[in-house]
């Protein structure tokens, strides 16, 4: 004849201790997850916090353009068409070839010319440069000029005595070479017809008198308390200590540069403009 146990007794002779470990085992199948199921988790991109940093910035072009307006549009143009600042409605930015770099350029800044942007969030930086990629999709301008009869224009307009242009000329002006790439044709034609106002930043012209008498015009190239270097029109790069000089002039807010309006006509002005901002192969 068997002998029966009661349930409490079988399992342990306690009633309340198998109360304890059912409760127990309840909770670890609940709320406890298996090493692969944690795994699983990670990979879903549900792992907390740690993991919601590494989500990228997400990027809105039209919250980037009321930003871009108002830091940005001073120098480069309402529409990045460019203006003291480089053309920025193109495919390819030379300083920002990515995005990352992109972004980088408008935080940091290039110095001297660009002040950084240490004042915008990483949203912000994002959305502005998510806005100058737009650029490069709308509508170009219109140049309604012939490069053939420019380019004309500019050899009899004796332009290579102070600009070098795909390896040919002086360099006693800015290289022309890829000006089209930095600047839009309405900045260059506005920039033929008065040179004097837009004339860059840090651009001085000096007239220097040395102790023998010697009168040495050109560019400042550099300039500090006790000296000053000069490259005149032939490219001549003169070196002074300023209190040996006779006289030392500013004049500030010249340029050597005439008006082309003074002897082009509107459509010459169109034409050259035309040849100025062709595409030239990069060497």
Same mark, same amino acid.
């Not at 709320?31 to 740690?50: E, I």
């Given at each position: 004849?068997?002998?029966?146990?009661?349930?409490?007794?079988?399992?342990?002779?306690?009633?309340?201790?198998?109360?304890?470990?059912?409760?127990?085992?309840?909770?670890?199948?609940?709320?406890?997850?298996?090493?692969?199921?944690?795994? %699983?988790?990670?990979?879903?991109?549900?792992g907390g916090a740690s993991e919601d940093a590494e989500l990228p910035?997400?990027?809105?072009?039209?919250?980037?353009?009321?930003?871009?307006?108002?830091?940005?549009?001073?120098?480069?143009?309402?529409?990045?068409?460019?203006?003291?600042?480089?053309?920025?409605?193109?495919?390819?930015?030379?300083?920002?070839?990515?995005?990352?770099?992109?972004?980088?350029?408008?935080?940091?800044?290039?110095?001297?010319?660009?002040?950084?942007?240490?004042?915008?969030?990483?949203?912000?930086?994002?959305?502005?440069?998510?806005?100058?990629?737009?650029?490069?999709?709308?509508?170009?301008?219109?140049?309604?000029?012939?490069?053939?009869?420019?380019?004309?224009?500019?050899?009899?307009?004796?332009?290579?005595?102070?600009?070098?242009?795909?390896?040919?000329?002086?360099?006693?002006?800015?290289?022309?070479?890829?000006?089209?790439?930095?600047?839009?044709?309405?900045?260059?034609?506005?920039?033929?017809?008065?040179?004097?106002?837009?004339?860059?930043?840090?651009?001085?012209?000096?007239?220097?008198?040395?102790?023998?008498g010697q009168t040495v015009a050109g560019i400042r190239l550099n300039?500090?308390?006790?000296?000053?270097?000069?490259?005149?029109?032939?490219?001549?790069?003169?070196?002074?200590?300023?209190?040996?000089?006779?006289?030392?002039?500013?004049?500030?807010? %010249?340029?050597?540069?005439?008006?082309?309006?003074?002897?082009?006509?509107?459509?010459?002005?169109?034409?050259?403009?035309?040849?100025?901002?062709?595409?030239?192969?990069?060497?």
């Amino acid at each position: 004849m068997r002998t029966r146990y009661p349930v409490g007794a079988f399992l342990g002779g306690s009633s309340r201790l198998w109360r304890f470990e059912t409760l127990l085992l309840f909770v670890c199948l609940t709320f406890c997850q298996s090493p692969a199921a944690f795994a %699983q988790s990670r990979s879903n991109g549900s792992g907390g916090a740690s993991e919601d940093a590494e989500l990228p910035v997400k990027a809105d072009p039209a919250a980037g353009k009321p930003i871009f307006e108002r830091h940005c549009a001073p120098c480069h143009g309402m529409s990045g068409s460019g203006g003291r600042g480089p053309r920025l409605n193109r495919s390819y930015l030379p300083h920002a070839p990515d995005d990352t770099e992109l972004r980088s350029v408008i935080s940091n800044g290039i110095p001297p010319g660009m002040p950084d942007a240490g004042y915008l969030s990483d949203d912000e930086i994002a959305n502005v440069a998510a806005h100058i990629r737009s650029l490069a999709k709308q509508p170009g301008e219109i140049v309604t000029g012939n490069p053939d009869r420019g380019a004309a224009i500019y050899a009899r307009s004796g332009c290579s005595a102070c600009h070098m242009q795909s390896g040919k000329g002086v360099g006693f002006g800015p290289d022309l070479t890829h000006i089209g790439d930095a600047r839009s044709a309405a900045f260059v034609k506005s920039v033929l017809n008065n040179p004097a106002a837009e004339i860059p930043d840090g651009f001085l012209m000096v007239l220097a008198v040395t102790p023998s008498g010697q009168t040495v015009a050109g560019i400042r190239l550099n300039e500090d308390t006790f000296s000053i270097q000069i490259k005149d029109h032939a490219g001549n790069i003169f070196s002074f200590r300023k209190s040996e000089l006779r006289s030392l002039q500013r004049l500030t807010g %010249q340029t050597p540069m005439p008006s082309f309006a003074k002897f082009l006509s509107p459509r010459e002005l169109d034409d050259l403009v035309s040849f100025l901002i062709s595409p030239r192969p990069t060497t």
